[in-house]
């Protein structure tokens, strides 16, 4: 199994157009060959010291059954289109990519 963690810096006051936008694609990508869980997240306080709070970052959850399925993902026409659509909201973004160990 392939686990994606995507931490998405988003621009301040933007965080309803891009969840808009993220959950807009949601269905197309969880039907594509692979693909097992993708949803995006935000943080929830717990009142942990060792926590770090930020409305302005998504945390997006991936989980896929291969390295392939997840390349298919990454160039998908859908994913490109989406790319373009929300490139004015995103700040900087970073991806963590694990498998089980």
Not at 68 to 91: C, F, G, N, P, W
Request: glycine share 2%.
């Amino acid at each position: 199994m392939i686990h994606v963690l995507a931490s998405i810096q988003i621009k301040p006051g933007t965080r309803k157009a891009f969840l808009d936008a993220f959950h807009a694609i949601v269905p197309t990508v969880r039907k594509e060959n692979g693909c097992v869980e993708y949803a995006p997240t935000v943080d929830v306080d717990i009142d942990n010291p060792a926590q770090i709070l930020d409305e302005n970052v998504v945390t997006i959850i991936e989980k896929w059954e291969s390295v392939s399925a997840l390349q298919a993902h990454l160039v998908a026409a859908h994913m490109q289109a989406y790319r373009e659509t929300v490139k004015d909201l995103i700040e900087s973004a970073s991806i963590k990519v694990l498998e089980d160990a």
